[in-house]
C-alpha cells in the first residue's frame, strides 16, 4: 500500500524504505504497488523504487484494476456499467454527498469542496466540475464521495445498504467513502497478480493500513501492518511493526520477514 503506509505524511518514500524495497527486488522478490490512487498517480513511485522497465503489475483503483508498470496497459478491470453508476450516484447524492470518478489524470468532480481539493493534493491529479449525467455516461471503475469523516461514519452502512447487489463501500480515509464493482478489492487484485506471475498465495507478503487494504492483509499468507493500522487491519495482519507508517514501518517489515532470513 501506499498512502499512510509506505508514503511519509509528506507523500514522500523515506530514503530507508526506498533502500529496503529496492533491495528486495535486487534479491528476486516481485515488488507490486497496491493502491487506492489511479495508474498515474502511482507510477512516479513506481519509478522512483526502481520498478519501472521490469514489466511487473501493479493493483490500481482498490484492486478494481491491475495495470503494466511499465505501460500503463490494463491487465484486468472490474467496472461499474452505467446503469449502476445511475444507481450509485443516485443514492450518493440522496445522502448529501458530492461524487467524483477518474479519467486518465483527471478527477471529475460533482462539486467542488476542501476534500476534493484534499484528493488533488494527494494524487497530483486536477479536479474538474462535471455533472451528474456525465458521470453517469459511462463505465467507471469506482466513485469516491469526499466529505468531513463524521458525515462518512454517519452514513457509510445507509449507503451500503441502499447499494446491495450493485456495489460495495469502502472507507479508505477518514473522508474518502468509495464506491466500487462487487469483487473489486486488493485482496482481488493482488491474487489476479500472483497468479499472473505464477506466484502461490504462501509467497505472498502485503503490508497495508485502511479499509480498502483488510483483505488483502487477511488474504496473504505474509499479511502485515503498521503499528498505527487501523484497529481492524492490526487484528487481521500477522505481523505488526513495532514502528508507525512514518518511522520506516515497511523497511522493519521486509527486513525482518526478507532480508533478515537465511
Known amino acids: 500500500d501506499l498512502d499512510d503506509t509506505l508514503l511519509s505524511p509528506d507523500l514522500s518514500i523515506s530514503t530507508e524504505n526506498a533502500h529496503v ?50 505501460s500503463g496497459r490494463v491487465l484486468m478491470r472490474t467496472e461499474l456499467d452505467p446503469g449502476a453508476c445511475k444507481q450509485v450516484l443516485a443514492v450518493l447524492s440522496a445522502h448529501g454527498f458530492p461524487a467524483q470518478a477518474y479519467e486518465d489524470d483527471r478527477i471529475l468532480v460533482s462539486e467542488h469542496n476542501s476534500w476534493t481539493e484534499q484528493d488533488s493534493r494527494l494524487t497530483g491529479a486536477k479536479a474538474m466540475l462535471a455533472s451528474m449525467e456525465e458521470l453517469a455516461s459511462k463505465s467507471r471503475v469506482k466513485f469516491v464521495a469526499s466529505a468531513q469523516p463524521e458525515l462518512i ?14 456495489a460495495r463501500v469502502v472507507v479508505s480515509k477518514p473522508y474518502f467513502m468509495e464506491i466500487l464493482p462487487i469483487g473489486a478489492d486488493k485482496a482481488t487484485g493482488l491474487a489476479w497478480a500472483a497468479s499472473m506471475l505464477g506466484i502461490e498465495r504462501d509467497a505472498v507478503m502485503a503490508i497495508g493500513d485502511s479499509g480498502n487494504d483488510l483483505e488483502m492483509v487477511a488474504w496473504a499468507a505474509y499479511g502485515c501492518a503498521p503499528s498505527d493500522a487501523r484497529a481492524d487491519v492490526l487484528e487481521a495482519a500477522r505481523f505488526v511493526s513495532s514502528l508507525p507508517h512514518d518511522k520506516d514501518a515497511v523497511a522493519e517489515l521486509i527486513d525482518r520477514l526478507v532480508l533478515s532470513q537465511p
Do not use: F
Not at 522478490?29 to 519501472?52: F, K, T
Not at 461514519?153 to 450493485?166: E, F, S, T, W, Y
Open 21 to 70: 524495497v529496492r533491495e528486495a527486488a535486487r534479491l528476486g522478490c516481485i515488488i507490486v504497488l497496491a493502491s487506492g490512487r489511479h495508474y498515474v498517480s502511482m507510477r512516479r513511485y513506481a519509478q522512483e523504487l526502481g520498478l519501472v522497465g521490469l514489466s511487473w503489475p501493479m493493483v490500481c483503483m482498490n484492486g478494481a484494476e491491475v495495470r503494466d508498470t511499465d
Open 153 to 166: 461514519q454517519k452514513k457509510q452502512n445507509d449507503v451500503q445498504a441502499a447499494l446491495a447487489g450493485i
